[in-house]
């Protein structure tokens, strides 16, 4: 290929992603990615979790003739998947799901799209494709590419194998042995790379790999002394986010409830989440996480693999994860839309020594390789170097720490380092001593002067050097042999339980003694939550919190009235770029980025209204002002619903014949007002409730941040106010000053 043509397709590409996703750019080499799938080559992608993972198959298959097969793993994650490329186009078959969720009529309905060529692409699951009858379908279907996300699946040692993956290539092969395979994944060690290529057989791949920097993210580890400490300073630091969605992760299912009940009773709207759940709150927690009636999240493990919350302001670590994988994981849910999200996590050696506890009983193998991945996180807890640098290091990523840009707490503040060269000699004296034969735990013990069990089973308390250093306390003797570890003086034996030798260095120290430094850690106490969230987008003008704000709100609206999640209708980085240049016109919006043609004419009109009449009259007192035209209503029963209220029926009344209940009913009556129409429940609510009560809730919802019943409910329970009228008055609230 010349250099011409490079150049026309290098920009047909970038059209096409303005086209259809309105961004100018590409990120880290999704450019290249796509090229490659444009060529029809198989293609392997290694990208960190938000680094824009699902473009790579999304815009070839959508410049690309025939549909494109995407398989994945989760059913869940199929639908937001698909309504999230639904919101971008214009037509809503150009993307489908097909699962065991979808009844015969509406697998017909799919087949029928894509054989007239109208559907793009198809997320299957591999048990979905295995099905004879599919494999007859698309044998006689033009398939683009077939891109396997969530690839380690495939792979035994990736930490979610599912066996159907591995017979992705087989299946493929039986449509047609010449269709390119595109497999992404978040996270794969060699291991989990090799067994990807060769599972599919993936001859010739071109593979891509991009860094696993999030640079907006800022990595910061606390100590953890005790549960009041951190509840205190989690409290203080979410309180002063002001209402931005985060993330709590702890190890426990207990803890997730203890945590979210603090939370709420300081007045942080927050929920608990765990696998022990049953799916049904499961999913609510989830949809309202979504919808942003929940704040915060506490979750252990099991949250976040269907969710992709892209303003995620925080991620906080209230117990230490097992793994850096799972640390990275985990601290990659914050800040997928580019803005600048905080990463706390509270470290204890007590808590490493809790999950050492566990593993006792475990089969060696599982042991040690448990044990190893522990040592690791606790070398990154206890660092006093750029935690950056270490993560990238440890996924194999040299990192220069001057390019973190004080993005993490060790570059932000340097650590005050501590003489320990004294302590240095004792501690490496005392494993000399003990012949090299003992763990952590026991040199501690025995430097420190703790009588345990195995102290005085061995006679150690007799030792002349027994108790030398009791002058620190424990966790100093561990937090030492911890920086002994990780500056080389020791090794842990892992072939023999972690018992601690001497290694070379070590022994050299004990002959000519040097200076020795280790960090200390930082008082804390004092933080009031240093919560500075920049924006990403700079520029040259300046953003403007109000209309933000104001931005905001309607999004919120617009998301309920369509049934979708708020970021699907707009993005925080598009809002704050409308709340930047102002687009008053069809043509400004489609040049704000993240707003394509198809999304400017669905969801902008609103939007643009909005701005007009903030311009026109800068009153930024009266936000509830605004007429939502646009009526997009998917309630069934919305003109029985009018009907009955015209004729001053009772709402039970109404209930009983429609066949709900009278909460469902309010719910119902709540989205045909937030979907721009008019009720009067003036007779009704008269004869029904106290009227300084509906002025009450009036007044609560005329300053309120959200139409939240939940906050309602908080804020106005002590006025013994219920939830349903509420819930009632909402309704009169919204119609009378939204619609
Ligand atoms: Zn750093």
Known sequence: MNMETLEVQAFDVRTALKNHFGFEDFKHNQKEVIESILNKENTFVIMPTGGGKSLCYQLPALMLEGTALIISPLIALMKNQVDSIRGYSTSNNVAHFLNSSLNKTQMKEVKSDIVNGDTKMLFIAPETLTKEENLEFFRNTNISFVAVDEAHCISEWGHDFRPEYRKIRKMIDHISKDIPIIALTATATPKVKS??????????????????????????????????????????????????????????????????????????????????????????????????????????????????????????????????????????????????????????????????????????????????LMDEIIAYSETSACRRKFLLHYFGEEFNADDCECMCDNCKNPKELLEVSNEMTLALETVKTLNQNYGVKTIADFIAGINSKEIKEFNFNKNPLFAKGKDKDILFWHSLLRQAILQDFLYKEIEQYGLLKLGEKG???????????????????????????????????????????????????????????????????????????????????????????????????????????????????????????????????KVS??????????????????????????????????????????????????????????????????????????????????????KLIRIKFISELAN
């Open 641 to 726: 619903i009018i009907q009955a209220i015209d004729r001053k029926i009772p709402l039970e009344t109404i209930a009983e014949n429609m066949n709900v209940s009278y909460n469902e009913l309010l719910d119902e009556l709540y989205m045909v007002v937030a979907s721009g129409t008019k009720l009067n429940l003036d007779y009704y609510i008269n004869d029904n409730i106290d009227e300084d009560v509906v002025e009450d809730i009036f007044d609560y919802y005329r300053d309120a941040d959200s139409d939240s019943i939940d906050d309602a409910v908080n804020e106005l329970s002590e006025d013994d106010i219920e939830e349903d009228e509420i």
């Open 195 to 372: 067994d990807i290529l060769k599972n599919l057989e993936m001859k010739n791949a071109n593979v891509f790999i991009s860094s696993f920097n999030r640079d907006n993210l800022f990595y910061e580890v606390r100590p953890k002394n005790n549960k009041p400490q951190v509840f205190k300073e989690m409290v203080q630091y979410i309180k002063s986010t002001g209402g931005q969605s985060g993330i709590i992760y702890v190890q426990a299912r207990k803890t997730t409830e203890e945590i979210a009940k603090m939370l709420q009773v300081n007045g942080v709207n927050a929920a608990a989440y765990h696998a022990g759940m049953d799916s049904k709150s499961r999913s609510r927690v989830q949809d309202d996480f979504l919808m942003e009636e929940l704040d915060v999240i506490v979750a252990t493990i099991a949250f976040g693999m269907g969710i992709d919350k892209p303003d995620v302001r925080f991620v906080i670590h209230f117990d230490i994860p097992k793994s850096i994988e799972n640390y990275y994981q985990e601290t990659g849910r914050g800040g997928r839309d580019g803005i600048n999200a905080k990463c706390i996590a509270f470290y204890s050696y007590k808590d490493i020594l809790r999950l050492e506890k566990f593993l006792k009983d475990k089969p060696v193998a599982e042991r040690e390789l448990a044990l190893q």
């Open 507 to 637: 022994k050299d120290f004990l002959k000519n003694s040097f200076k020795v430094e280790i960090p200390l850690n930082h008082d804390y106490t004092n933080v009031d939550g240093e919560g500075d969230v920049n924006t990403a987008s700079g520029g040259g003008a300046a953003l403007d919190d109000i209309l933000l704000d104001m931005l905001k709100k309607l999004r919120k609206v617009e998301a309920k009235k369509h049934k979708l999640q708020p970021w699907v209708i707009f993005s925080e980085p598009s809002l704050q770029d409308m709340a930047t240049w102002y687009p008053i016109s069809m043509e400004d919006m489609v040049n704000i980025s993240g707003v394509s043609q198809g999304k400017a004419q669905k969801y902008a009109q609103p939007f643009i209204e909005l701005i007009k009449q903030y311009i026109d009259e800068n009153n930024i007192e009266r936000p509830d002002d605004f007429v939502v035209k646009q009526i997009a209503d998917k309630s069934k029963n």
